[in-house]
DNA sequence: CAGAGATGGAACCGATCGGTACCAAACAGC
DNA sequence: GCTGTTTGGTACCGATCGGTTCCATCTCTG
């Protein structure tokens, strides 16, 4: 059964890294914010940089659930699923504390591409291509795979955009480019007849 | 006239801040790689945040006039120049010393966006940005503004996607998808007549 | 050559970093 | 109620952080 030190631990290491970064939060903050002892701490994790893996995995999961229910829950047809992210991260966006993408801050911080936090962070984005690559498949897209990178890069162009201007037009903006995008990709597959 | 010691803090600093973060990379750091004395920085720098703004101003101005050169060098026609930012972003993914953005990975480093690095970073992008909206606006394309941003969105997609899988494939793949979009915008303005 | 300003080296400062050791209280299961 | 584990609190560790001070040396100018 979960501990209930290791539980606190983790939600407020994961507020501080994605608030303030990960090497601007100390161990100390984690304790103080979270109540946790500074033996129990590292009881539980043998270090900080333990500590950041498991919060990323956990980040990974649940954005990516976010993601898959955000895409199911559109009322969209099957053709333009993969344009309900755009939606999604509108939302985001919006949010008060929105500072990005924590994994793409994650490889910024962690230099070291060897380096666990970073390696997961990257392994992240590209769990997260796969899925898209599924629905473009599904959706009888022809170069699906090509495509999937193609509305990722656009979607972390649009979190980039956002964190500069602190504004949710990034949004729009990207899901209008997604459109143009497929709407060409399309016809490889669809229309194959010339229409003029 | 200039200071050498001066110049070689900078040039130092610049390189040590790219390449591993500006939080990575302690004062000593500096003063080592540099042969400057302790005492010599902070009489040319009031502190370690003054270096790292003035780090930033000149790589911006490096930056752009880096874009500049590179699209006029391009053999492209003016309607599509800059797509000649893509095949210039292609160079600098293959550089083994590659690690994204500088002013992205500053403002993700320094997450408060009223300080000074933070906000250096992100008037270099509005600068780009507006530079780009030249040279739309030059080529005649109607909302050239929004274009603008988008290819911006572009391109710094691109830089996280090359970060991400360290390759130079980001590159053409933006590149593909700002070909897909400007495609669609020039007709607004060049095509008003429909053509089938 | 003489003087002035800039320079590099090193000692030192308080604060904070990640991490360890120890302890008393709270807690569980039997 | 008693035992054994988990807990939070605190003192402490060496290392490093950004920054100050002093000094001997170097270089450039007059």
New binding site residues.
């Given amino acids: 059964m979960p501990?209930?030190?290791?539980e606190?631990l983790l939600t407020a290491a994961e507020r501080l890294f994605y608030e303030e970064g990960i090497?601007a939060?100390?161990?100390?903050?984690i304790?103080?914010e979270?109540?946790?002892?500074?033996?129990?701490?590292?009881?539980?994790?043998?270090?900080?940089?333990d500590l950041v893996v498991e919060v990323l995995r956990r980040r990974d999961a649940a954005w990516r659930s976010w993601l898959t229910d955000t895409v199911e829950a559109s009322p969209r047809g099957t053709d333009d699923l993969a344009l309900a992210l755009f939606d999604g991260l509108a939302e985001r966006f919006a949010a008060a504390d929105f500072r990005g993408c924590a994994f793409i801050n994650t490889m910024v911080e962690e230099a070291d591409p060897a380096s666990p936090a970073h390696r997961v962070a990257a392994e992240h984005k590209e769990k997260v291509i796969e899925y898209l690559d599924g629905l473009l498949a599904a959706a009888g897209y022809r170069g699906h795979r090509t495509l999937a990178g193609q509305l990722a890069l656009l979607g972390d162009g649009a979190i980039v955009a956002a964190l500069r201007e602190r504004t949710t037009d990034a949004a729009p903006r990207a899901r209008a480019v997604a459109e143009a995008l497929l709407a060409t990709a399309e016809r490889e597959e669809h229309l194959p007849l010339p229409d003029c």
């Fill in positions: 501990s209930n030190a290791r606190r090497r939060v100390g161990v100390e903050r304790l103080s979270s109540g946790v002892g500074r033996a129990s701490f590292y009881r539980h994790f043998p270090s900080k940089d």
